[in-house]
T-cell receptor, first 117, second 112 residues
Framework: GDSVTQMEGPVTLSEEAFLTINCTYTATGYPSLFWYVQYPGEGLQLLLKATKADDKGSNKGFEATYRKETTSFHLEKGSVQVSDSAVYFCALSDFGGSGGSNYKLTFGKGTLLTVNP | DTEVTQTPKHLVMGMTNKKSLKCEQH?????MYWYKQKAKKPPELMFVYSYEKLSINESVPSRFSPECPNSSLLNLHLHALQPEDSALYLC???????????FGDGTRLSIL
């Protein structure tokens, strides 16, 4: 079945540091890949997405590239801010996969990021 | 502001109570979802409605009863819940299958 593995953290950085959160996946069909962010006390917000190999998703200074050869979708940001402190979830939706449904999102376990001033 | 609105934001109920969670979206999305999220865990899918019909039930206990009155509304009826059902309940919607899901801010449910 489908699965997503991401570094669990927690990750603690100083403001303006470089961020990488690793995410790898296994899927049987043609997955779309997503990063969601959850700020304290809130629901999940879609941060960025990529629907096919070599696509680069970007938003708010965050980037991730869909790498089919390494089955990865690592999240990066060049200079983090205190306001980026949140939990980040990598997820996939497997269109045409053997998982049984094109509606299901498979999530990684989440990575807690704390950015200190 | 999220485009998926959930009410109430917080709910405390006893194990014998009956209550309902509500979710509304006006983006014209045809798929709507209920998730349960425990602290420090990813969301777990409970139900999916596609075109107002129940598409997926992830073996959820019958004390949770979903309802989709129309394409914009999704309810979750609760009855005889257990303390372990205390969690954040998230609603989401997507345009159709395999499209990004948009989440509400959730209802934080506590069972006494």
């Amino acid at each position: 079945g489908d699965s997503v593995t991401q570094m669990e953290g927690p990750v603690t950085l100083s403001e303006e540091a470089f961020l990488t959160i690793n995410c790898t996946y296994t899927a049987t069909g043609y997955p779309s890949l997503f990063w969601y962010v959850q700020y304290p006390g809130e629901g999940l917000q879609l941060l960025l997405k990529a629907t096919k190999a070599d696509d680069k998703g970007s938003n708010k200074g965050f980037e991730a590239t869909y790498r089919k050869e390494t089955t990865s979708f690592h999240l990066e940001k060049g200079s983090v801010q205190v306001s980026d402190s949140a939990v980040y979830f990598c997820a996939l939706s497997d269109f045409g996969g053997s998982g049984g449904s094109n509606y299901k999102l498979t999530f990684g376990k989440g990575t807690l990021l704390t950015v200190n001033p | 502001d999220t485009e998926v609105t959930q009410t109430p934001k917080h709910l405390v109920m006893g194990m014998t109570n009956k209550k309902s969670l509500k979710c509304e979206q006006h983006m014209g999305h045809r798929a709507m979802y209920w998730y349960k999220q425990k602290a420090k865990k990813p969301p777990e899918l409970m139900f999916v409605y596609s075109y107002e019909k129940l598409s997926i039930n992830e073996s959820v206990p019958s004390r949770f009863s979903p309802e989709c009155p129309n394409s914009s509304l999704l309810n979750l009826h609760l009855h005889a819940l257990q303390p372990e059902d205390s969690a954040l309940y998230l609603c989401a919607s997507s345009q159709w299958e395999n499209q990004p899901q948009h989440f509400g801010d959730g209802t934080r449910l506590s069972i006494l």
